[in-house]
Structures are given as structure tokens and as C-alpha cells.
T-cell receptor, first 112, second 117 residues
């Protein structure tokens, strides 16, 4: 059973609009979350993180929101750019540890 | 070289071959990882090394044998693999902070695409 779920395999957004990527988890022990972006033929690139003591973290165009009671996090990209087209993974760990569980990914396409 | 590098980028091997994957990190990190990504499946953590010592083995079959000679290099030795072991193998590194909690953003290499015939 997947502990980290990304229920939308793909998402298409118009350039300049907001992209919202969602991630749900089942393990209440998870307390640290990462988002990665992956282009074809490259390894995942770290984007942004959030710990369970926060409910929001921002870095430029990227904002991650964490709703612990719902076991849900989301990544907002504003404004979306064509270069943001990639597969986005969320990952979670417990006890701020190194054993990250990854979701299956969501493919984002930003249309010009 | 910068970041995390992996060689070879592509590898085709028979089930009776022995081969090795190499990873090198140029970030001064103290932890290294091997991940496997099979088609249509999430990334799966295989091994964790902290300060050259293996601290995690996620029930990986013994036909995969990791080696970490120093904190910058990590190898994955492969022998008698099966076709279902065909996958993308990713190496990552991070800086583990021992005091005050560890926020372990992991930095990935480009991966080795392995095909077992």
C-alpha cells in the first residue's frame, strides 16, 4: 500500500496561471516533506521542503502548504512557466530521518 | 565536475554478468544513497550510507552489493541479475546534521539506466 500518493498522474496549465500539485500521505509519523522536479534523462532536482512545525513555506514562485490533520500537502507554482514542465515528486520521512518515501509523481505540462 | 555524477549512464548486461555502477558526489556531503526506479513505480530507497557506514538496507536482494570506500564515492556491484531488475538506478547524497535535527534534502545524480537481458 502506497504511503505517499499523488493521485493526479498529469496536469496541464496555461502559462502565467497557477499550478497546484497535490500529495497525500497515510503515515502520521511523517514529519518532513520534500518536493522534487524531474526532467527526462536527469535525476530529480530538489525544489522546496517543509517540516511539520510549519504549515507553509515559500521560495520564489514555489509555495508548499501542509495540512497535518488532513495528511495533505500541496505545491503551488505561480506564475507557471513552460520551463516548469516536468514530473513532480513529493517525498516524506519520519523523525526527520533519511528514509524518504516517494510518491509516484505528477507530470505537469505548462502550455504557452 | 559538480553535484552528483553517475557512470555509466546506460548499461546492458546479461544475467550471468558482473558489473558495477559508480557514483561520486562533489558536494562535501556525509551521506549517500542508492534508489531504484522501475517503470510506473515510485522511487524506492535501497541503501543508505552515513559516514561510509551502511545504516539502511531496505530488504534488497544480495545480488545487489553496495560499497562505500569514502564519503565521496559509492558503488553498486551487480551480479546474476534478473530481467525484472531492469530500472533506473539513482544515487543521491545529503548532509546529515547530527545536532538539532537533520533536514536531509537529498541531491540526486542523473541515474544509470540498466537493462538486464
Amino acid at each position: 500500500d502506497q504511503q505517499v500518493k499523488q493521485n493526479s498522474p498529469s496536469l496541464s496549465v496555461q502559462e502565467g496561471r497557477i499550478s497546484i500539485l497535490n500529495c497525500d500521505y497515510t503515515n502520521s509519523m511523517f514529519d518532513y516533506f520534500l518536493w522534487y522536479k524531474k526532467y527526462p534523462a536527469e535525476g530529480p532536482t530538489f525544489l522546496i521542503s517543509i517540516s511539520s512545525i510549519k504549515d507553509k513555506n515559500e521560495d520564489g514562485r514555489f509555495t508548499v502548504f501542509l495540512n497535518k490533520s488532513a495528511k495533505h500537502l500541496s505545491l503551488h507554482i505561480v506564475p507557471s512557466q513552460p520551463g516548469d514542465s516536468a514530473v513532480y515528486f513529493c517525498a516524506a520521512s519520519g523523525n526527520y530521518g533519511q528514509n524518504f518515501v516517494f510518491g509516484p509523481g505528477t507530470r505537469l505540462s505548462v502550455l504557452p | 565536475e559538480t553535484g552528483v555524477t553517475q557512470t555509466p549512464r546506460h548499461l546492458v548486461m546479461g544475467m550471468t554478468n558482473k558489473k558495477s555502477l559508480k557514483c561520486e558526489q562533489h558536494l562535501g556531503h556525509n551521506a549517500m544513497y542508492w534508489y531504484k526506479q522501475s517503470a510506473k513505480k515510485p522511487l524506492e530507497l535501497m541503501f543508505v550510507y552515513n559516514f561510509k557506514e551502511q545504516t539502511e538496507n531496505n530488504s534488497v536482494p544480495s545480488r545487489f552489493s553496495p560499497e562505500c570506500p569514502n564519503s565521496s564515492h559509492l558503488f553498486l556491484h551487480l551480479h546474476t541479475l534478473q530481467p525484472e531488475d531492469s530500472a533506473l538506478y539513482l544515487c543521491a547524497s545529503s548532509q546529515v546534521r547530527l545536532a538539532g535535527g537533520s533536514y536531509n534534502e537529498q541531491f540526486f545524480g542523473p541515474g544509470t539506466r540498466l537493462t538486464v537481458l
